[in-house]
């Protein structure tokens, strides 16, 4: 049993990060702190006025843990990597972990290539970005103004060694893996492209428009043509760079909050060498009754600890407690000092403001989509809770048998977290111990299966001192939904018992019509509303257990269907199958072949062709 009032004396005043569960072993919370015994406290002292976010997660922890580190930036650190790790309930989360393109010019080599990267290390090139829309015309626009090459050729050590590639056949690079451009020259080009990535079209525009012109005067219009098109795709480009600061050529990010309840959307606008290369927006979710500045504290350290970039500055509209922590933690990450801001005045505010009404945008724009997809969902469970008495029900697993009159029987395990599918989760089984149509064996095997390596697994975790969480089969469902009714249940609850698991078990109850009229739980049926999201989601979850199930069934009946005799021999595999098959007009003719004739056939030798004589004979 855990003490949580002896245990709250023992902790350290030190640095670390502490980690709440709930009775299920779920972690719902992770924090840091500069003193685990002065933060840790303040959640169970009934003095403390709580928000009711905080006063709901006190009520659902069980236990505790905790561990030290040296500093506060380890324990942050250490805080971000459990919580993408964990995705506790409790913490404001954020939803979208999206990931962007650079452009990166390796300077540093003989023949610099240009290519694109999700990856920056301090490795001598440059890197241009990010890219919030399509990289790859940026990439072909280079190629075709500039032709640098895209290859990973070691130059100039393999100059002459090979044919240059189709890009030099094309007319997209210059060759330099053919010796058909000098080092000099090649780096002419390469300090253009640098400059184009700095956002001076200016001469580009120029040489081109010359060129253009050129071929015109020598009625080549279709050398006139291309060249203009490719003008406008430099204009294009150019037109893209919407916000030139000329106060500044810094590297910065602009972050602005919008926020509706449970629900927020974060707007960041890129600034590179001063000027706005694009806009993204990100949502969180678990905000309510979160003060604004720790939104933001809340964000940048979700989405910087995964961003391959940390520009020089961050503009945010609020200033929170842990503002220094987070510049001391960014600039290790950068290598250089990293600063956050609130600007009040000029230029800066303005950009500002001009975030934070498309924040507000997209937040108006989306907030009823979001609530519908909530209801759908998280609030399906709710129904759920409500309509079983039961409370923390995130985690459903569901299961289902298929077969043809007992043959190739399988199990199908689907999963669903808060009311959407975790397709990571699936599983499958292949029954082994039941022969001939009984759905009710079937799924005891399944069942028993399936939870028995969650314990063994279990077991291995722990004692390799690892988190059980981390395990396939480790993480046990709030609520066993059956395809079924009393039957099923009652497998159901015989196998949870016999392997000392204590998890809620409900069947779905069908009328004549073969529809789910209700869901029976505790020896009772009760009734389901048709037109609730509840129903909604059930039906979704049969259909996609059903579905994984069939699926799984058709691959091994059309692998059954096409297997060989042959296929059944050792040695006789798939190259020496048709060998056979080409060179006998019958499996008649195989069987009746002597060793010599069996070895005389390609791909064929000795042992093999006594292999099959002897499977055939003996």
């Known amino acids: 049993m855990f003490d949580i009032q002896e245990e709250l004396k023992k902790l350290p005043a030190k640095p670390g990060v502490y980690i709440m569960h709930d009775k299920t072993d779920e972690i719902i919370y992770v924090g840091k702190a500069i003193s685990l015994k002065n933060r840790v406290r303040q959640y169970f002292q009934s003095g403390n006025r709580h928000s009711e976010k905080i006063r709901k997660m006190v009520s659902h922890i069980d236990h505790f843990e905790y561990i030290i580190t040296d500093s506060e930036v380890e324990a942050l650190v250490l805080e971000c990597n459990l919580i993408k790790e964990h995705r506790p309930h409790y913490n404001t989360m954020l939803k979208d972990d999206k990931s962007y393109p650079y452009i990166k010019v390796t300077v540093s080599e003989d023949f610099p290539r240009v290519f694109s990267t999700h990856i920056m290390k301090r490795d001598k090139a440059r890197y241009f970005g990010p890219y919030t829309s399509s990289i790859k015309e940026t990439l072909e626009l280079i190629r075709k103004l500039y032709k640098i090459r895209s290859c990973n050729r070691k130059l100039p050590e393999d100059i002459g060694k090979d044919r240059p590639c189709l890009q030099y056949q094309i007319g997209n690079c210059t060759g330099p893996c053919g010796g058909y451009i000098g080092k000099d020259e090649y780096r002419k080009n390469v300090d253009e492209v640098v400059s184009f990535l700095e956002g001076n079209y200016g001469p580009v525009k120029k040489l081109l428009t010359e060129e253009m012109q050129k071929y015109s005067a020598e009625l080549n219009f279709e050398e006139a043509a291309r060249v203009r098109d490719l003008i406008g795709e430099v204009e294009k480009m150019s037109t893209r760079q919407k916000i030139n600061n000329n106060d500044s050529q810094e590297d910065r990010d602009i972050i602005a909050l919008a926020r509706a309840e449970d629900e927020a959307v974060m707007q960041v606008f890129f600034v590179r060498e001063g000027r706005l290369i694009g806009r993204e927006h990100f949502y969180l979710t678990g905000v309510a009754d979160e003060e604004r500045g720790d939104i933001f504290s809340d964000f940048i350290k979700q989405y910087y600890s995964g961003t391959p970039f940390i520009p020089k500055e961050l503009f945010v509209e609020e200033t929170f407690e842990d503002t220094a922590l987070l510049e001391e933690w960014l600039s290790e990450r950068r290598g250089s000092k990293v600063s956050i801001k609130v600007p009040q005045r000029g230029e800066k505010a303005k950009l500002l403001d001009l975030a934070h009404k498309n924040a507000v945008m997209v937040l108006d724009r989306d907030s009823e989509k979001i609530k519908r997809e909530q209801e759908r969902t998280i609030g399906a469970m709710h129904e759920m809770e409500e309509l079983l008495g039961l409370t923390g029900l995130r985690r459903t697993e569901s299961f289902d048998i298929s077969n043809t009159s007992g043959f190739e029987q399988v199990g199908s395990m689907v999963v669903y977290e808060d009311g959407k599918p975790k397709k990571n989760d699936y599983r499958r089984f292949k029954i082994k111990t039941v022969s001939g149509q009984d759905d009710y064996a079937c799924m005891e095997e399944v069942l028993t299966r399936r939870f028995r390596h969650g314990i063994e697994e279990e077991q291995r975790l722990k004692e390799a001192g690892m988190n059980t969480d981390t395990g396939s089969f480790t993480r046990y469902p709030d609520i066993l939904l059956m395809d079924g009714g009393k039957g099923q249940v009652n497998v159901a609850l015989r196998v949870l018992e016999n392997l000392g698991l204590d998890i809620p078990v409900a069947g779905l109850v069908k009328d004549d019509n073969h529809r789910t009229r209700g869901m029976y739980f505790n020896n009772v049926e009760l009734p389901i509303d048709t037109r609730g999201e509840l129903f909604k989601l059930i039906t979704r979850i049969q259909d996609e257990t059903h579905r994984f199930a069939i699926e799984y069934h058709k691959s091994l ?57 002897n499977f055939f004979h003996k």
């Open 557 to 613: 009946r059309g692998k059954a269907q096409i297997h060989s005799v042959l296929d059944d021999i050792p040695g006789v595999g798939d190259r020496r199958r048709r060998a056979l098959m080409k060179a006998f007009i019958s499996l008649d003719a195989i069987k009746a072949a002597t060793v010599e004739e069996l070895a005389g056939v390609e791909s064929m030798n000795i042992k093999s062709a006594e292999e099959v004589y």
